[in-house]
């Protein structure tokens, strides 16, 4: 094991989904900069997916009250993880 490599946690079926209808909005909270999104994203999208092990991920934020979230969902499956 290398403990450089970092894996998805665990996959999340409709994970975006669940949030919005728990109230959180797509985009990230005012106070959260936007190179601090950039590199959430980047971290997602070189992670490898939990469900089926190829790497490459898009990456959405949501907030909600000044929280903020972010969910990688795999290009090759479409599995759903938080990132
Ligand atoms: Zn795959
Ligand atoms: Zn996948």
């Known amino acids: 094991m290398n403990p450089l490599?970092?894996?998805l946690l665990e996959v999340v079926p409709g994970l975006a989904d669940r949030l919005q209808a728990e109230g959180w909005?797509?985009?990230?909270?005012?106070?959260v900069a936007p190179a601090s999104v950039l590199i959430d994203a980047r971290l997602a999208r070189d992670?490898?997916?939990?469900?089926?092990?190829?790497a490459g991920h898009a990456f959405?934020?949501?907030h909600?009250?000044?929280?903020y979230r972010?969910?990688?969902t795999c290009y090759?499956?479409?599995a759903e993880t938080e990132v």
Not at 25 to 31: E, K, L, V
Not at 47 to 54: I, N, P, V
Not at 64 to 67: I, L, N, R, V
């Open 25 to 31: 909005a797509p985009g990230p909270p005012a106070h």
């Open 64 to 67: 909600q009250d000044g929280a």
């Open 60 to 62: 959405a934020a949501f």
């Open 47 to 54: 992670l490898d997916c939990a469900g089926c092990g190829h």
């Open 76 to 78: 090759h499956c479409g």
């Open 70 to 72: 972010g969910v990688a």
């Open 5 to 7: 490599h970092v894996d």
